[in-house]
């Protein structure tokens, strides 16, 4: 696991070390979440196919899998509160998002070719490629920030999407505090809702009352998080979240994403985020074609090496 190396190199103080040891633990119990949820479906299907004759031999392969799965060994009483938690207002039907046929240039620069996807309900899916290949530009086409050279999409009707975009600095600024800023988007919501939205961020009681203009570009991600976790969408579309964050804050970011019980796109380049949360990958090529991988982000990058 690419963190227990982190740690394993790890030079710092005792204090330091204390933090980057609870970091390890919130890793082992999120890889352990994961385990248990793969373990739930594999017993399922054994259950229900295992007596049926044209599904025994999947029932079978199910079963080795299952008696591969060992759960680490930590109790749930060491468990905390996560400090990022999406919880969707809304509850969504049967219809996520559909994309057909969408091709987009800049002048001569065609960055997406016939895109064709279809997002199921409460599918967490990671969209990758290399720098330039048009990961931002698929977003945008999504959230209808700008309409796409050619084809159309249609969101389902219950979906209340929440963007997270990758330039979040022109989003965040004004003259109020984080506090205000974040009430502006919401003024009925409860004070000590927002107050506890950005005290998840770790902005305290004084940090709350810094100025906008005054912020870095990691608390101004911090602040988009806050400002997701208060929306209560229930798709949340989010491009490159963990560029400025530490370690603490992707691992819980990408807790929070996996027990979201809704849909996630997520684009980002770190490892330990998309493992964490990612159940379908799409990646996006320089020629303007897509590779749509259903499975775990480890599991594609194992595809990958082979080939
Ligand atoms: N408004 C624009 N006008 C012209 N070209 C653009 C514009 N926005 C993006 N591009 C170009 O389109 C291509 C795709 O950009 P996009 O930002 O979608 O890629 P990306 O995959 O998100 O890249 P990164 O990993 O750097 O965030 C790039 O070549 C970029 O230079
Ligand atoms: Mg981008």
Redesign the pocket.
């Known amino acids: 696991m690419l963190i227990t190396k982190k740690i394993r190199e790890f030079t710092g103080t005792y204090d330091d070390w204390y933090i980057a040891a609870n970091v390890l633990a919130k890793q082992l119990e999120l890889d352990n979440n994961k385990k248990q949820k793969e373990k739930d479906e594999l017993e399922a299907f054994v259950r229900r196919f295992s007596a049926n004759a044209s599904k025994a031999k999947q029932a079978t392969s199910r079963q080795r899998k299952l008696d591969k799965l060992e759960l680490e060994d930590i109790k749930p009483s060491s468990r905390r509160d996560p400090s990022i938690v999406f919880k969707a207002k809304r509850q969504m039907g049967d219809e996520a998002l559909e994309l057909r046929n969408i091709s987009h240039s800049?002048?001569d620069?065609e960055?997406l070719k016939d895109v064709t996807l279809k997002f199921e309900p409460g599918e967490k899916v990671a969209l990758i490629?290399?720098?330039?290949?048009?990961?931002?530009?698929?977003l945008k086409i999504m959230m209808e920030e700008m309409k796409p050279s050619e084809g159309e999409l249609t969101w389902g009707a219950t979906i209340e999407n929440s963007y997270f975009p990758?330039d979040t600095a022109d989003i965040i600024e004004g003259d109020g505090t984080l506090y205000d800023w974040l009430r502006a988007h919401d003024p009925k919501r409860d004070i000590a809702e927002i107050r506890n939205c950005l005290g998840r961020m770790l902005f305290n009681g004084e940090q709350q009352e810094k100025g906008v203009v005054s912020i870095s570009g990691g608390e101004k991600h911090r602040m988009m998080l806050s400002k997701m976790m208060l929306e209560g969408g229930n798709f949340l579309v989010l491009?490159?979240p963990s560029n400025h964050l530490d370690l603490e804050a992707i691992v819980a970011l990408g807790e929070g994403l996996l027990e979201f019980k809704g849909n996630v796109i997520c684009?980002s380049h770190d490892r330990e985020l998309l493992d964490a949360f990612a159940s379908r990958i799409i990646e996006?090529h320089a020629d303007g074609s897509i590779t749509d991988f259903k499975g775990s982000y480890e599991e594609y990058a194992e595809l990958k090496s082979k080939q």
């Open positions: 800049y002048g620069n960055v490629g290399a720098n330039g290949v048009g990961k931002s530009t698929l990758q491009d490159e684009v996006l």
